[in-house]
């Protein structure tokens, strides 16, 4: 879908979308057009009682003959107050997702004539467009027609169509890595493992970005015993995948993410359930969003020196895989006793984690990974859990999620809950024993591969899938953190 940005006009073909605000008053834009078909929108609004001009509210209607659209959309944008640029994106994924249902190859957007009429506005108000724009059907061979996207060409209508064009070029950067990002947790897993998502990884190089990889030979010799193990009862052999920007000064410490990618959990010799197993394709969801945020980054030309790091493993049952007290040897030296293997996104984050610290230095660290159950209990697929060893960098990231509407919520750390992972006769053990505290437990496993670097840990298995569409996504992967991660750097380490 190609989105272009145009002067206000009152003749437009295909789907033409205007505004109506709160009590079914109609905007500058829709009064033209009224006036122009006879009075057919008041009509409209009159003859649909429940459609009142709420924000987000769509209503659609036939053109009338007077004009060159098929086909007019009503969209409520309520007082016409206070529409940020997350709203302007959550009303974008609305207007996109009435477009697509009713099959036009063509429209016009055009909401001037309010407060917010701005190139901010029209720029966000097209990357929502896009955002919800996105599919994943590249295994559906047997479609029908009328179930194939039709929406081919999309202009949004400004008084500003330079500055909203300069905006939204590099707001569609982050829409690419966010659908980047869409596409990896989508991929099947005989189709994505751990070699194949390193050489997707590898396909960044074109945007600037400086990509290894290291093989299981090259990670034996580091000492990371810990993700070895992981994927040690795996014909897939396990990878690490580095990604730089270099988009600062020379010499600047970067800021680093590490991400979580087990490209298949079937827990091991710990086996999980059959019932929803095939949801664990998505285990990697940690390492998809780093890599659609350096995707993201690089896309843009971030001013801004980035590490990204990723842990690529398949945890599988076979007579190599790790057992249930086996003790393994990080790449930190401490040694961990494996109670359960299941619990191994913690194992993978502690080399990974060890390793960024130890050859990077990163001024700070968030890493990300779909990494406990708990944390689904506790959030739901609406927030992701934080955990944090740093006050202000927890208040960045928060601010951040509240701006883009990726939410996050600070969870405890503390001594109390560290000495629940002391093992017997290893160092640690990767969990408590009970089912108290989980994903808490698993933090306090994590804050123990950090030094004093400034860290953050985001426990995002509730929200990197979601079972039903929303605003901004259709049902399935969504490529939560991206967006959030994305203003945080532009925020914390660009200014």
Known sequence: MKIAFSAPKPEAAGALVVGVLEKGRLTPSATALDEASGGALTKAVKGAPRFTGKL???????????????????????????????????????????????????????????????????????????????????????????DKPALKKLTVATPDQKGAKKLFDDLDRVVDGVFLTRDLVSEPPNVLYPDSFAERAKELEKLGLEIEVLDAKQMKKLGMGALLGVGQGSQHESRLVVMQWKGGKKGDAPVAF???????????????????????????????????????????????????VIGLVENM?????????????????????????????????????????????????????TLTGAMIIALGEVTAGLFSNDDALSDQLMAAGRAVGE????????????????????????????????????????????????????????????????PLAPKGGTGFGVRLLERWVAEAHEK
């Open 258 to 308: 590490v991400g979580k990618g087990v490209t298949f959990d079937t827990g091991g010799i710990s086996l999980k359930p059959g019932q929803g197993m095939w949801d664990m394709k998505w285990d990697m969801g940690g390492a998809g969003v780093v890599t659609g945020l350096m995707a993201a980054l690089a896309g843009r030309k971030a001013k801004a020196n980035v590490v990204g």
């Open 407 to 470: 939410p996050v919520w600070r969870f405890p750390l503390a001594d109390e809950y560290d000495r629940m992972i002391d093992s017997d006769v290893a160092d640690m053990k990767n969990i408590a024993g009970s089912r108290s505290a989980g994903s808490i437990v698993a933090a306090q496993f994590l804050q123990r591969f950090v030094k004093d670097t400034k860290w953050a840990h985001l426990d995002i298995a509730g929200v990197t899938w979601s079972g039903k569409t929303t």
């Open 56 to 146: 987000e509210q769509i209503q659609n209607m036939p053109a009338p003959t007077s004009l060159k659209a098929d086909t007019v959309i009503l969209v409520g944008l309520g007082n016409g107050k206070g529409i940020d640029a997350q709203k302007a994106q959550r009303l974008g994924g609305v207007i996109a997702a009435k477009l697509l249902a009713l099959g036009v190859k063509e429209a016009t957007v055009d909401l001037n004539g309010m407060e917010s009429d701005s190139a901010e506005f029209a720029a966000n108000l097209a990357a929502g467009l896009r955002l919800r724009s996105y599919r994943f059907d590249k295994y559906r061979t047997k479609q029908k027609p009328e």
């Open 317 to 369: 049952p076979d007579g190599n895989a790790q057992r249930p007290g086996d003790i393994v040897t990080s790449m930190s030296g401490q040694t961990i006793e494996v109670w359960n293997t299941d619990a191994e996104g913690r194992l993978v984050l502690a080399d990974a984690l060890w390793y960024t610290i130890d050859r990077f230095k990163p001024k700070a660290m968030v890493d990300l990974a």
